[in-house]
């Protein structure tokens, strides 16, 4: 199994990036996904989740209106648009599979946000 993220890097303030996250060695289409980030020294949080099919998502409050999580189920891939970004988004971003018992985590992509 791997969840390989990617898509991350130096952004200003108000700028966008689009985070990919490709997954192997399950079948993606069952799973749920889901982005969580962890900045320094703070405790991991979930910013958004999407189903199996991509017609449910959620979304933490504070990335409500200015992130959009979606998949592509035909290329095992999750995405995470990020826009009019702040300084207080700057995390390591980490993809995050589930279903039942499974829970499969990547290896995370810095997001830093600064001028």
């Known amino acids: 199994v791997q969840l390989v993220e990617s898509g991350g890097g130096l952004v200003q303030p108000g700028g966008s990036l689009r985070l990919s996250c490709a997954a192997s060695?399950?079948?993606?289409?069952?799973?749920?996904m889901l982005w969580h980030r962890q900045a320094l020294g703070k405790e991991r949080e979930l910013v958004a989740g999407?189903?199996?099919?991509?017609?449910?998502?959620n979304y933490a409050d504070s990335v409500k209106d200015r992130f959009t999580i979606s998949r592509d189920n035909a290329k095992n891939t999750v995405y995470l648009q990020m826009n009019s970004l702040k300084p207080e988004d700057t995390a390591v971003y980490y993809c995050n599979a589930r279903l039942r018992w499974d829970d499969y985590w990547g290896q995370g992509t810095q997001v830093t946000v600064s001028s």
């Open positions: 060695g399950f079948t993606f289409s069952r799973y749920q």
């Open positions: 999407i189903g199996s099919t991509g017609v449910i998502t």
